[in-house]
């Protein structure tokens, strides 16, 4: 319950006052809170634990820690693949 | 190892598992807090290809495993109420109350749904104003500021059936407890990468300062824990004592100032019971006064409710550190992740679960 997830922000948004991403997690795209990484952007890549982002990550990290994860096979726990979000056009 | 030549950085691995081989003059006992930890140690041996230089007990950071029988059993009621919606995180709905478990709730009828973030539960109450929308929020300070802003956002929305069954714990208050057990034998803590990342390092620092005793955060990935354990050795064969941060990719000082400013709005410290090791002062969260109407134990009337333990579970003694899993006699025999007898069976982080996953209870027999 305390593993966040490295994901790419690819769309911000404001929703209701809330800085909103879309995170890419390997082929799973999650909206995610932003407002407590107020320094990420578009392209950067954050670590996400319950939809919100809590820090910025390096790219390279990001990748290996996603296929880290995706090999123990915690993903599925984490991300709740049946709400995700389908991808926009 | 065969479960660690799996994985991608082996060699960096294995080097540092040499490298800690070599320095170690006596088996230090070292705990990892973290049951996400815990997981990645024992899924890829670690424990085992340090040999006798170094002996892992693992903490009490699994939520799913502290959240005390009487708040299950509480969850469990809302959720048999007609009027109420149920919300909460995977793990918790498999986790057996005194009685029963959510599950089971639902499956008598009750409206219980799994979420993965509490973002959804408040989204849930926007469009259903016909249900009162319970989230059952437990964690450790990772999780904390989600349920605040889940509550902050509410707020905004002026929703009136919406609220959070707090179950909320902190992680240092539980390290005191266990460096001041006269039974404690840990010599030096891996504290807990992403707790880290919302709270920052100063508290670590001060239980470095209070109890001499080594901390170095840590990350969740064979070689950031291999790297933390060396740290440790480090430290504690050179007679330093310090906080030390391997995670540092995504761990600063000072934590994450918006989400610690998000709890301190909504949440106070209170005093907390952990299932399997009591009740400890000031080692938990509960909303504040103001936020009251977003309350479910203030909101609905929740009986008094007492739970007994299994007497058969060694939990207690597991979470602590002072006894491993396979020391138990109930384990892998009358206590599986299929008929857990306690909590750190059930959830996948919890010690437990992650012996009997891989497979060291062939072992045990």
Redesign the interface.
């Known amino acids: 319950?305390?593993?966040?997830i490295p994901g790419k922000v690819t769309q911000i948004e404001v929703k209701?006052?809330?800085r909103m991403g879309r995170v890419l997690f390997g082929g799973i795209a999650?909206q995610a809170?932003l407002?407590?990484?107020?320094e990420a952007k578009e392209g950067d890549y954050v670590?996400v634990?319950?939809?919100?982002a809590?820090?910025v990550?390096?790219q390279d990290?990001a990748e290996?820690?996603y296929?880290?994860l995706e090999?123990?096979g915690?993903l599925a726990?984490e991300?709740?693949p049946e709400?995700v979000v389908p991808p926009k056009a | 190892m065969k479960y660690l030549d799996?994985?991608?950085d082996a060699k960096i691995a294995h080097g540092l598992a040499a490298e800690i081989r070599r320095r170690s003059t006596k088996p230090w006992v070292l705990m990892e807090i973290?049951?996400?930890q815990t997981?990645?140690l024992v899924?890829y041996g670690i424990d085992d290809l340090l040999g006798n230089s170094v002996e892992l007990v693992h903490g009490p950071?699994?939520?799913?495993c502290v959240t005390p029988l009487e708040m299950i059993d509480r969850a469990i009621a809302l959720a048999r109420r007609p009027e109420v919606t149920l919300l909460s995180?995977?793990?918790m709905l498999r986790v057996p109350g005194s009685g029963s478990d959510l599950f089971h709730a639902k499956a008598e009828g009750g409206e219980v749904r799994?979420?993965?973030?509490?973002?959804?539960a408040v989204q849930l109450a926007r469009t259903r104003p016909d249900r009162k929308v319970v989230f059952f929020a437990?964690?450790?300070e990772?999780?904390a500021?989600?349920h605040a802003?889940a509550v902050l956002?509410a707020a905004?929305?002026g929703l009136k059936n919406f609220s959070l069954l707090v179950s909320h714990v902190l992680v240092p208050p539980a390290i005191r407890v266990l460096l001041a057990s006269p039974k404690n034998r840990v010599e030096g803590f891996i504290a807990?990468g992403?707790?880290c990342?919302?709270v920052g390092c100063q508290e670590y620092q001060e239980l470095v300062k209070e109890f001499h005793v080594p901390i170095v955060v840590g990350g969740?990935?064979p070689v950031d824990l291999l790297e933390a354990i060396n740290m440790l050795v480090a430290q504690l064969e050179e007679g330093r004592v310090g906080m030390e941060n391997q995670y540092t990719?995504?761990?600063?000082y000072q934590g994450?100032q918006?989400?610690r400013e998000?709890v301190a709005r909504v949440f106070e410290i209170s005093d907390r019971k952990w299932r399997g090791i009591g009740s400890i002062p000031l080692s938990g969260l509960r909303l504040k006064q103001e936020f009251a109407a977003f309350d479910a134990e203030r909101i609905f009337d929740l009986a008094e409710v007492r739970a007994e333990e299994p007497s058969e579970c060694i939990s207690a003694e597991v979470l602590l550190g002072h006894k491993k899993p396979t020391d138990c006699p109930a384990f892998g025999a009358r206590c599986s992740p299929e008929k857990p007898l306690g909590a750190p069976m059930v959830?996948?982080?919890g010690a437990c679960a992650a012996y009997y996953q891989y497979r060291r209870h062939v072992a045990a027999v």
Not at chain 1, 1 to 4: F, I, N, T, V
Not at chain 2, 114 to 120: E, F, K
């Open positions: 319950m305390c593993l966040a209701d006052g809330i999650r809170c407002d407590f990484v107020p670590m634990h319950v939809g919100f809590i820090s990550v390096d990290e290996r820690t296929a880290l090999s123990m915690v726990d991300l709740s709400e | 799996e994985y991608r973290c049951g996400g997981h990645t899924r950071g699994c939520p799913v995180y995977g793990d799994v979420v993965y973030s509490p973002t959804d437990i964690g450790f990772t999780t500021p989600a802003m956002q905004k929305l807990p992403h707790v990342t919302v969740f990935e990719r995504s761990v600063q994450n918006p989400a998000a959830s996948t982080e």
